[in-house]
Nanobody, 119 residues
Framework: QKQLVESGGGSVQPGGSLRLSCAASGFTLDRYAITWFRQAPGKERTGISCISSSGDSTIYKDWAKGRFTISRDNAKNRVYLQMNNLKSEDTAVYYC????????????WGLGTQVTVSS
């Protein structure tokens, strides 16, 4: 059974950092581009960043540039999202998703991990 499992979420103060991890279970992650999404309470799910299957190409939403960094380690079957200088508006459930490429449709969703930024 193919699964994506996010981890690394938690509570952090404004200005803090977290690194989220997306792990693959039951398949090899290097077949998929991976996009990180987030969904804040009462808001639509929105994309943050995508990384190609090989890791040689990345895309970011403008608001994420400079604070968020996506990376992957295919040997470990994982994709990461480093989040720095976190703000209260970054509070959301964060999801990773598998796609054939960064312009394609999501084929596989993770269950999400909660990130709360609060003083």
């Amino acid at each position: 059974q193919k699964q994506l499992v996010e981890s690394g979420g938690g509570s952090v103060q404004p200005g803090g950092s977290l690194r989220l991890s997306c792990a693959a279970s039951g398949f090899t992650l290097d077949r998929y581009a991976i996009t990180w999404f987030r969904q804040a309470p009462g808001k639509e799910r929105t994309g943050i960043s995508c990384i190609s299957s090989s890791g040689d190409s990345t895309i970011y939403k403008d608001w994420a540039k400079g604070r968020f960094t996506i990376s992957r380690d295919n040997a470990k079957n994982r994709v990461y999202l480093q989040m720095n200088n976190l703000k209260s508006e970054d509070t959301a459930v964060y999801y990773c998703a598998g796609l054939r490429d960064c312009s394609g449709f999501v084929e596989l969703w993770g269950l999400g991990t909660q990130v709360t930024v609060s003083s």
